[in-house]
């Protein structure tokens, strides 16, 4: 893992220097030992006028697989430099699938060129493919699975093999069908190449294999691979006919996604958004989220401001009371993140969310007597006063019982509303913990000290 880092390092570094002082050799140089994956994290790691000059170095040949690796937020920055005929002759050698990733992305007036340069056969497989939902299998399967009839010999097989002269990358099986193109199992290449001629595929074939409906979602088809160690599988649709194939290279982007998405989410930023965009842009996008936790920090505010007068009179209180409310805070994070982690994976659902919010309530009952002891104990000798260590004690039990609860709830309630947890669980959560903390610390407190 370092090793790896530290080469990206040093090539960043080196492509920075040619940059700056103009020495396209040296950049071809580097570019011409690297994969389509690593120069689109190259240019997603320049500013943007490095990014374009670097942009303008990256052979022809490659620029469609490497538009198709970098995030959307710089696939439009590099799409603005180009002439619509660099863009179509970019986008000339991708599947169907990979078209489809790009092809909303595309100017219209070059979409409409994309699609006029196209056979008939390439526009229909494109058409259906932007007909499925974005976040589907239909989105990320390849249509080039090879698919052969169970009537037929290996022998024919092969023959078959030999004149279309390649097979499509990543195929470890051939895909098999009746005559109406209806799925019926696979054909692994290893039992073609070592089974005898004769024998027919009918009877090597499996049967009993994993399909993938084409509307299954793209996080249920890569948990699918991730349970069952998948290297490939067919897609059909409801009628049960061939449609394509997934493969695990396919299912690797999907994971990765989703992880940026959720690393992202957790701060309120868009998991597309370019680290080296300009600054009013960045601002823009950034400044929803603070507003919206400012507004939450002004009802917290509101809060503290209720109990003045217990504040004025015990200066103990305005001490202690960042305590009740970072605790709560600290354990309803790791509720949070777990639920979050929970739902992603598919592992929480009716069926034993009420069990999971017992389990939470049990831990933060254990924690919460726990460290209010603890807290308390340092309060009585700091303030020598038995009542702020049973109010604080008291007021932490409270908040950690909350927050645990809502650790749980608020991502449940937010899936149930579609909308991401992990993008405005944290602020909810932040709120909700403040909120509580600060309330039962204060009106405790007014209650048996004033």
Do not use: Y
Not at 79 to 91: C, F, L, Q, W
Not at 94 to 111: G, M, N
Not at 213 to 231: G, P
Not at 286 to 306: M, S
């Amino acid at each position: 893992m370092t090793e790896i880092t530290e080469t990206f390092e040093s090539q960043l570094s080196r492509i920075h220097r040619a940059l700056d002082d103009d020495r396209n050799d040296e950049v071809s140089e580097v570019l011409a030992d690297l994969e389509p994956a690593e120069v689109a994290l190259l240019l997603e790691s320049l500013p943007l006028g490095e990014r374009i000059k670097l942009w303008d170095q990256v052979p022809t040949e490659n620029d469609g697989e490497v538009l198709l690796h970098v995030h959307d937020e710089v696939r439009s920055t590099l799409i603005e430099d180009m002439d619509p005929e660099e863009i179509v002759a970019a986008t000339a050698s991708l599947d169907t699938a990979d078209l489809a990733e790009l092809f909303e992305d595309l100017p219209r007036q070059v979409a409409e060129d994309m699609l006029r340069s196209m056979d008939e056969l390439q526009r229909t497989r494109l058409q259906e493919t932007l007909s499925f939902e974005e976040d589907s299998a239909g989105r990320i399967m390849r249509t080039d699975a090879i698919g052969v009839r169970a009537d037929v010999t290996l022998e024919t097989v092969q023959r078959f093999l030999r004149w279309k002269e390649s097979i499509p990358d990543n195929t470890d099986s051939l895909m098999v069908v009746d005559r109406t193109g209806h799925f019926m199992g696979v054909l692994p290449l290893a039992r073609l190449v070592s089974s005898d001629q004769e024998t027919g595929v009918v009877e090597l074939m499996d049967a009993d294999v994993d399909v993938i409906q084409v509307d299954m979602k793209s996080r249920d088809v890569a948990t699918l691979f991730q349970t069952h160690d998948l290297t490939s599988a067919p897609v059909v649709d409801n009628a049960g006919m061939l449609l394509g194939r997934i493969v695990i290279d396919d299912i690797v982007d999907v994971i990765q996604e989703s992880s940026e998405q959720a690393l992202m989410n957790m701060a309120g930023l868009d998991e597309e958004e370019d680290l080296f965009a300009p600054v009013l842009p960045s601002a823009k996008r950034r400044a929803v989220w603070l507003g919206i936790n400012l507004l939450t920090a002004f009802l917290a505010a509101w809060v503290i401001g209720q109990f003045e007068e217990a504040l004025s009179q015990v200066v103990a209180l305005a001490v202690l009371m960042p305590i009740v409310a970072s605790m709560g805070g600290i354990a309803g994070s790791q509720t949070l993140t777990l639920t979050i982690r929970g739902l992603a994976l598919g592992q929480i659902s009716r069926t034993n969310s009420n069990w999971l919010l017992r389990k939470e309530v049990g831990i933060a009952i254990l924690n919460g007597i726990v460290w209010a002891l603890v807290v308390a104990a340092i309060a009585v000798l700091w303030f020598q006063s038995l009542a702020i260590g049973a109010i604080i004690a008291a007021a932490l039990v409270i908040n950690m019982i909350a927050a645990g609860m809502c650790g749980i709830v608020i991502p449940l309630i937010l899936k149930r509303m579609n909308i991401d947890p992990a993008l405005s669980g944290s602020v909810i959560l932040t709120t909700v913990t403040d909120v509580v903390g600060f309330m039962s610390f204060l009106g405790l407190a007014t209650i048996f000290l004033l």
